[in-house]
């Protein structure tokens, strides 16, 4: 049998799914790793760590068929992340990810100079900690022994290719979501390189994301139990897999993803800047661009509250046989739309899309004796969503009306979250039966590289059955009424966001 493997390279884990020509899941292994969060508004992850996850991911399926021929393997990977290396190409540091917030003060200064604006409109990343721009900007400034030896940057997917492969490459996916490449001349960006005192030659050279390497260095071709011709294509990020994975590619249809994050996106065919800062926009391929916003608090958020509000709980979904999180939906099910007035602000990790705002803070709004922590576990997963909302409402104004929503991520395994989505947004909201989304258009990219598909398009006759959900009038009446207040209040906070910010990192060590 003909297989590919499909590589999702996440923020906590890494998965392979092993995949036929048609696009059937034939088997899977996930294999996490630690976020380090040793010090305030740090998230980092080991190299080794993440090494380690992904090759024992890859012979897991691998072994699942003796046989097999695999005819690629394909890569879907988190974006924003940065690693330092030395000219002998020893780590200066661990992977600095997306959540790391630590480059704020520096964030805060490009927006002030106004360089972050003429920056943004080159490259299409808003500025923001999450961006190697800032990050970059941090190691200058905080840690000039790392940033002065270092000959090298790369993200999570170039180190594994690297360390497999020996090369120094980025496909141009990752790279438009870096804050230093140009999405218009599709090269490094110049002014980007000048803030930030990097010169070119730091920078990996940029690929194609259907570009591919296929001469494995023979100690890992044994470790994967692959052989050394195998070819690796680069993919693409997570974000811009995950539309084509749902087959979220045509004008006008968006793809709301919420897993450890979230982000709402729509496909257009050249690069797209907000005005106002507010949206990115990344490259799926040259023809391809993912227009969105991206929130940092999805089922991170969720996680929080399981662990803080109903740890007892989990013993509880032990007995019954059920997930602690189906629990505490069902229990959040009880409670009406709209939590009897319970708001809650979910920045419990700061916030990118739509405040941009590394300072901000969590909070519930309107508690009363009346509230339970049933009602505080539906405001949370209904706050999930409200601002995800708000990232709509910014995304309409680039790219126009929205037509109907592609569900993805770790919550579309729950109707409730489902019908939220569909009443909040008012919108149809259809959840394809592909959940691997991201690894399964990974490999469609791998197809297409190989010349074994003529298109993208191949991808609607593999997300197989879909169900769609649609609003409900008596909830969405509730929304209506709530969802203004949700976004009036937003703003209002923000003015305190810093203050609080900085009380925290002053205060808590």
Same mark, same amino acid.
């Given at each position: ?105 520096y ?26 721009? +800032? ?16 000959a ?14 020996g ?21 490094w ?88 800062g507010?949206t990115f ?6 023809d ?22 109903f740890?007892?709980?989990?013993s ?16 959040? +099910? ?28 969590? +909070? ?6 009346g ?7 539906r ?38 979250w ?18 691997? +989304? ?27 059955e ?9 909830n ?34």
């Amino acid at each position: 049998m003909d297989y590919l493997i499909g590589v999702d390279m996440g923020t906590t884990s890494t998965k392979a799914v092993l995949f036929d020509k048609a696009g059937h899941v034939i088997t899977s292994a996930n294999k996490g790793y630690n976020l380090y969060r040793d010090e305030p508004d740090m998230a980092e992850e080991d190299l080794d760590e993440i090494f380690e996850a992904f090759s024992d991911a890859i012979r897991e399926v691998v072994r699942y068929d003796k046989n097999a021929n695999i005819l690629a393997v394909s890569f879907s990977s988190a974006m924003h992340s940065l690693i330092a290396f030395d000219k002998d190409w020893t780590p200066l540091t661990r992977v600095i990810t997306w959540a790391d917030t630590r480059a704020v003060k520096y964030t805060e200064k490009l927006k002030a100079n106004g360089i972050g604006d003429e920056i943004y409109a080159h490259t299409g990343t808003p500025i923001h900690p999450m961006a190697p721009l +800032s990050k970059l900007l941090w190691l200058k400034n905080e840690h000039p022994d790392i940033y002065n030896n270092a000959a090298h940057y790369l993200g999570i997917k170039e180190y594994i290719f690297h360390r497999l492969f020996g090369v120094n490459r980025m496909d141009i996916s990752i790279a438009s979501g870096t804050g230093m490449f140009n999405s218009f001349n599709l090269d490094w960006d110049e002014q980007a390189l000048e803030v930030t005192g990097v010169k070119q030659e730091q920078m990996p050279e940029t690929v194609d994301p259907y570009a591919m390497e296929t001469d494995m260095i023979e100690e890992y071709s044994v470790l994967l139990g692959l052989p050394k011709d195998t070819p690796f294509v680069y993919g693409a990020g997570d974000g811009p897999l995950s539309n084509l994975g749902v087959n979220a590619v045509q004008p006008g249809v968006a793809a709301v993803t919420i897993g450890t994050s979230g982000a709402i996106r729509v496909v257009t065919d050249a690069p797209k800047i907000d005005p106002k800062g507010r949206t990115f926009t990344y490259a799926l391929d040259r023809d391809h661009w993912v227009v969105g916003g991206p929130v940092n608090n999805g089922g991170d958020v969720f996680r929080w509250v399981r662990n803080n509000l109903f740890d007892s709980e989990k013993s509880t979904a032990s007995l019954l046989n059920m997930d602690s999180y189906d629990l505490i939906t069902e229990i959040a +099910s009880q409670v009406p739309a709209g939590a009897n007035g319970l708001i809650f602000h979910p920045y419990l990790g700061g916030e990118r899309a739509p405040i941009w705002d590394a300072n901000a803070r969590g +909070s519930f709004f309107g508690l009363t004796h009346g509230h339970t922590r049933a009602h505080m576990a539906r405001s949370v997963l209904e706050g999930i969503i409200f601002n995800i909302y708000m990232v709509e409402l910014a995304l309409e104004e680039v790219v126009g009306d929205l037509k109907s929503i592609q569900a993805t991520g770790g919550f579309a395994r729950s109707a409730l979250w489902r019908q939220m989505l569909a009443d909040i947004f008012e919108q149809p909201v259809t959840v394809p039966e592909a959940f691997e +989304s991201g690894a399964l258009a990974a490999t469609v990219m791998a197809q297409k590289a190989l010349g074994l598909v003529d298109s993208l398009d191949v991808i609607g006759d593999m997300v197989g059955e879909a169900n769609t959900y649609q609003p409900n009038p008596e909830n969405y009446e509730v929304y209506r009424e709530l969802a203004p207040i949700f976004i009036r209040l937003s703003r209002q906070l923000q003015t305190e966001y810093k203050n609080i910010a900085d009380f925290q990192r002053a205060h808590i060590k």
